[in-house]
């Protein structure tokens, strides 16, 4: 199969070159995981176009300004204790020590790996522990060479450091979850089995495009692939897989759990490793968290241990001390920006501040929401119209250019400010910081079964939902991601959904501002 592509992509995990002249792909020598630009278009897919950019680099240059900075301003800012300040030199050597360990510390953790970074929690993780190291090894060389730097000169540049980067870090990442899921930077894999298993992965990868892989073609029982799989191309048995690999020039793979007899698909480990193909193995196990597998060798072999969740009456307690305090902080800060928000509504076109709605909360409680208002008077009575438009599929109802929306609202709406009021249900406890979103009573008489346990958690201002595939438009996505979260959820998860709620919306202003451009 030859490639037609003269561009030489690159990626946070390696190169893949295109060779105009004979259109055949050379595999990157790293064991990285590459990232490239097919050829062909997935079926019913737009073919993406051909991007020059690097994205290890991206992120090196992230990692480079946000410790740059970070420790100039830690140097530099005046402290009260102090008399004049750290002098030129000691400054300057301060800063070389500080950022060059900050960035050697991020390349041991393998902060450039798309691996490592596609695991937000574990991203942010590390990096905090990069920024404490840059931090701790700039102390000690500065007491080695008989020089003292002030531990809270020390703080402030890890503190900062850790700020900046893992937030650049994570609206760069949701600038590439954006242009992936319009098919651009996508990875193509070819998948091992043909099994329900198989089936269930590939419908995964189909319904979160915005992670970046493709399913390029198929391998394993025919007649299995025409009963589950038939949308997707047959390339051959999996004795087969790596002329499959050289012929198409994919240097990935996804192997289905259950695709193949242990003996088979321990051999065929081997061998694609042997050529340096990357290799991605499901486990079979469906809905939980990655942070609660631990591998647990038993006589050598690869077994995994799975982790219970946090206590539930605990973490409920830790979870609504959450709510309180940082909600109402959240709410003090915010209020010149909603009175600015009000005041906009008002003067666009002279209609009511907030509009009111009735969603179903925790244990299926009805529950008043209320929101600035960001529709024209009278919105809901005209959906039935619009129906036939909608973008997305099943239960959920989304237009990107609504035209109920104001201009105003369009606005409000880019950087989620209508949600603010919403503060005051986290408040009163009606509602959450983060949660499943709040539903709709016709949505929830939609719903199945497994879905209603989405209501043992109280609804979310914010959600992992909303974070990774709020502008999917597939129920699925929706569906999967809710059940996840009440299955997997922790305060640490909050956590993690809260900081990443920020870096979220700075990355779709963003992504909005790069586009309309």
């Not at 919105?379 to 909608?390: R, V």
Request: hydrophobic share 45%; proline share 6%; net charge positive.
């Amino acid at each position: 199969m030859s490639v037609d592509i003269s561009t030489t992509v690159r990626t946070t995990d390696g190169v893949l070159r295109a060779d105009g002249g004979t259109g055949l792909l050379r595999r990157p020598k790293s064991t990285d995981v590459a990232l490239s630009v097919p050829s062909s278009p997935a079926p019913g897919r737009p073919t993406p176009r051909a991007q020059g950019v690097n994205l290890r680099a991206a992120l090196i240059w992230i990692d480079v300004l946000g410790f740059s900075v970070a420790f100039a301003v830690a140097f530099l800012m005046p402290m009260p204790a102090e008399v004049g300040g750290l002098s030129a030199p000691l400054v300057a050597s301060g800063w070389l020590v500080a950022v060059g360990t900050g960035l050697v510390a991020m390349r041991v953790q393998r902060m450039y790996l798309a691996r490592v970074c596609a695991i937000r929690q574990e991203e942010i993780t590390r990096t905090l522990r990069a920024a404490a190291v840059a931090s701790v090894g700039t102390g000690l060389v500065a007491q080695v060479s008989s020089h003292a730097v002030p531990v809270e000169r020390l703080l402030t540049g890890a503190t900062l450091a850790f700020v900046l980067v893992a937030f650049a870090r994570g609206v760069f990442s949701a600038l590439i979850r954006a242009r992936r899921a319009r098919g651009l930077l996508t990875r193509p894999l070819v998948l091992v089995g043909t099994d329900p298993e198989a089936r269930r992965l590939a419908d995964l990868l189909a319904t979160h495009p915005e992670f970046g892989f493709r399913i390029s073609g198929v391998v394993g029982d025919r007649a299995e692939h025409q009963s589950l799989l038939s949308d997707l191309p047959y390339l051959g048995p999996v004795s087969r897989t790596s002329q499959v690999l050289s012929a198409s020039g994919d240097d990935g793979v996804l192997i289905s759990a259950s695709g193949s007899n242990p003996l088979e698909r321990r051999r065929l480990v081997q061998e694609l490793m042997a050529q340096r193909v990357h290799v991605h193995l499901s486990i079979g196990l469906e809905g939980v968290d990655a942070g609660r597998i631990r591998p647990l060798p038993i006589a050598g072999e690869p077994f995994f241990y799975v982790e219970t969740t946090d206590s539930r009456k605990l973490a409920m307690g830790a979870k609504r001390c959450l709510d309180v305090v940082l909600g109402s902080l959240l709410f003090v800060l915010s209020l010149p920006l909603l009175g600015l928000a009000m005041v906009a509504i008002k003067l666009d076109d002279r209609g009511p501040v907030f509009f009111r709605q009735t969603r179903v909360g925790r244990f299926g409680k009805p529950i008043k929401v209320t929101k600035l208002r960001t529709m024209v008077a009278g919105a809901e009575a005209m959906q039935g119209a619009l129906a036939e438009a909608n973008e997305r599929d099943s239960v959920l109802f989304k237009l990107e250019d609504d035209p109920r929306r104001t201009r105003v609202g369009r606005l409000l709406e880019m950087a989620s400010l209508d949600e603010l009021p919403q503060l005051l249900n986290v408040i009163s406890g009606s509602m959450s910081l983060v949660g499943p979103r709040p539903a709709l009573p016709a949505e929830v008489a939609l719903f199945d079964e497994d879905l209603m346990v989405r209501f043992d958690l109280p609804p979310g201002l914010t959600g992992l939902w909303q974070v990774q595939s709020r502008d999917n438009p597939s129920f699925a996505a929706y569906r999967r991601l809710d059940l996840f979260y009440v299955r997997n959820w922790s305060f640490t998860m909050d956590v993690a959904i809260l900081f990443e709620t920020a870096t979220a919306v700075a990355g779709r202003l963003l992504g909005k501002v790069t586009r309309s451009e």
